[in-house]
């Protein structure tokens, strides 16, 4: 993409709505526009990274045999009353009426309607396990929506429903998402440590929630540090196999969120092993058993004939609350730092003097052979001070710089940044594409 | 993708509320189900239709310059306001009121919301040409929601808004918009022809609609035969060059909807060239100048300096509408016949015998190497009769069917199935690889 073609509205100040740094720099790079309050537009630049996290989060839930459908965001009363939540919810629902005066909704999260589908289709246990999962659009109507898409009113949310016949294979299927979490943050360049959270009336082990660790993050968290230095399960994982191994392995050591925290089991575990941290909650896997398919009916009949309600639990992943919780945990002075896998574009390359033929030609050169090389590109051909320049694609944080200007280009050379450690290398042209297409 | 971990869920018999096809067999082919009136869920088969040619519409808008970003779904009335759309929209449009009492609607469509967004980070003519587009969800509150997602409440639509400095390049933008449009459809194995439009108080010749024909289509249509046979603009077309000859070429020939039909122009036309025939509309392009920038004060200064309001542009697609649309102008007795580009599996393979070593071999053999080529393969793996699993494969339509069964393996030979034309033809399963890779 060159810029002069680009719609990369970049902010000069910082907006004084926001409070944390994600809200700050998201404004600022021209990523986000809130159009009401908790209400945002995604702006070209944020929706590529948008883009990229949810494909990462698919491409890891299809991994673990989850499958994709697309509930609608209008959802009905009545079907939240079969569940009696459409009175418990509160105002965080957003209500409607439509024309002909029906009691609607906009789904904040989406149990009774997936347990619908299954109901409608599914009789049997041959037809298990089975786990069904959307991305879509939901509504919380926060009485104060703040920190920008952190916790925003609409937000994208990948949300995943398991059905089993039993508690049993209830717990394979915790496990299957259990690893598929762990590897979907790995892939986002975050370390997302995985919680005892609150299980309900239902107790038992199986709740969890991720957390990245982050000097701004949200809540306090607590947990051993060997936990940061685990090996995270590789892409070629069984998923059709036993996986309580793994979870065992991740669950044996000490890791809590300030809620769940026991402060006497913290205190056990060796001073130097200790973290005491922010963190920032990004997913939260849950089972549920039948608290949904027991009042709407979702039933299968057993090896036995006999019919019994399926056992649930669900896993969501705060799409579009990542976007902003990567930014928390990889930031600095300049702006954002994105992880390579998240990046809006691979490489930046930056005009030094626009209309100098070599240093034009230089740059065209440049954005061709990388681009078809299959990386995504930026590259600044917009006339303008350097300062301005660098500050901006700092700012916007794509992970590689090349910055092409007529002085280096007489010696035959570009100069290449890493935008994560600042560190500069001047090279031919040749060498720079060499060395980001193996990067 | 295997069927026995897929969620396909067939219905045996006609459901009696669908009242066309298409939506008869997206019912039965497990591809969506209603969850209000005029509100679906996309079931993984119809979703994966909806993503590719969602994909489609994507590809062709960047190739024509223009920048995606997506806008959220929840909108405020005082946008609305400003425009003064918000009391002269009727009911179709679904308010909706927060925790607060602050009036907000559901979008039926962004025009305001994209103009508040130019006109928060655009003063120069030097921004120019800028064409934002999204892929969102709609939702208009049609009193008599019908035929499926063909005329749903929630659909999805890609709208595309265009800004210039005058007239004159917004027709340069509206022809780029047209030749996209064109590509696009073509891309989805569809004839759309597009035909003049009502263009509203504004006048001129820039508003076309975009139509296929169907036999079950939902107006009636006329154009010259010969716009049947016009050449697509190629894959390499230049955005960037003129593109006013191929539109005039386009235009040139007579077609129009019922609304603008001149019967005396029409029956200019030699009696051999004249097509009257059904149509479905796909998409709609339109100029609409200064409506909403001169209430909105969406301003551009020029090189002299002087503001003035941009010149802007619409462009829809209705990709949800598309899948139906694709579906009644092409399928069969038996079922759906997708066209290659959007078949959500390029191929299924119909194993025979569940439980036959070689039989399964062969077919897991097949599975493997067409997908490791990069095809989508659906592999039936569920035991059951024949005639059921033929029915099946042939209602879901997808573009080739490997039959593989315990005789024809004996002799080495598979049996590969067109379904568009269902020719038939044995061979082995290297060649039917080698035929599919190719295809």
């Known amino acids: 993409m060159r810029l002069s073609r680009y719609f990369l509205p970049i902010l000069k100040e910082n907006p004084k709505e926001a409070e944390i740094v994600s809200h700050r720099l998201m404004l600022r790079a021209g990523m986000i526009r809130q159009q009401s309050a908790g209400i945002y537009s995604w702006l070209p630049l944020g929706l590529k990274v948008l883009s990229k996290i949810g494909n990462i989060v698919r491409e890891e839930q299809n991994r673990a045999g989850a499958l994709e459908l697309l509930m609608p965001t209008i959802q009905s009363a009545d079907l939240w009353r079969e569940s009696g ?24 999260t989406n149990e009774e309607m997936v347990t619908e589908i299954f109901r409608s289709y599914v009789r049997s246990y041959r037809d298990l396990p089975l786990n069904l999962y959307h991305i879509q659009w939901k ?27 039993d508690q049993e294979a ?9 690893v598929a979490y762990l590897r ?68 044996s050591f000490y890791a809590a969120t300030e809620e769940k925290h026991d402060e006497a089991a913290f205190a056990a575990i060796p001073e130097d092993k200790r973290v005491a941290a ?31 309600p399926v056992h649930m639990g669900s896993y969501g992943v705060g799409v579009s609350r990542l976007v902003a919780g990567i930014i928390e945990a990889s930031h600095d002075e300049a702006g954002i730092v994105w992880p390579d896998q998240v990046a809006p574009f691979n490489v930046g390359i930056i005009n030094m003097k626009v209309g100098d033929a070599a240093v ?13 090389s299959g990386l995504d590109v930026l590259l600044d051909d917009v006339d303008g001070r350097a300062g301005g320049k660098f500050a901006t694609m700092d700012l916007i944080g794509l992970p590689w710089q090349i910055i092409v200007g007529p002085k280096g280009l007489a010696e035959g050379k570009v100069e290449v940044k890493r935008r994560a450690t600042g560190e500069r290398e001047l090279m031919t042209p040749d060498a720079a594409v060499a060395k980001l297409i193996g990067a």
């Open 85 to 108: 939540r459409y009175d418990d919810y509160g105002k965080e629902m957003l209500r409607i009426e439509d024309r002909h005066e029906r009691e609607m909704l906009y789904g904040p």
């Open 139 to 165: 509504f919380r109507d926060e009485v104060r929506p703040r920190f920008g898409v952190m916790r925003g009113r609409e937000f994208l949310m990948k949300d995943a429903y398991s059905f089993d016949v």
């Open 184 to 251: 979907t943050y790995a892939r986002m360049g975050l370390k997302a440590i995985p919680m005892k959270a609150d299980s309900g009336p239902i107790g038992g082990d199986m709740s969890h929630e991720f957390i990245i660790l982050a000097s701004t993050g949200e809540s306090q968290v607590f947990c051993h540090r060997d936990l940061l230095e685990m090996p995270i399960p590789p892409e070629d994982t069984d998923f059709q196999s036993d996986l309580s191994g793994t979870v065992k392995a991740w669950t």
């Open 360 to 372: 034009d030609g230089a740059c065209n050169e440049l954005y061709q052979r990388l681009t078809k």
């Open 278 to 308: 922010r963190g920032i909650e990004v997913g939260h896997i849950f089972y549920f058993g039948t608290k949904y398919s027991e009042p709407m009916g979702a039933k299968v009949a057993g090896p036995d004939g006999v019919e019994k």
């Open 170 to 178: 209830a717990r394979a299927a915790y496990n299957r998402m259990f």
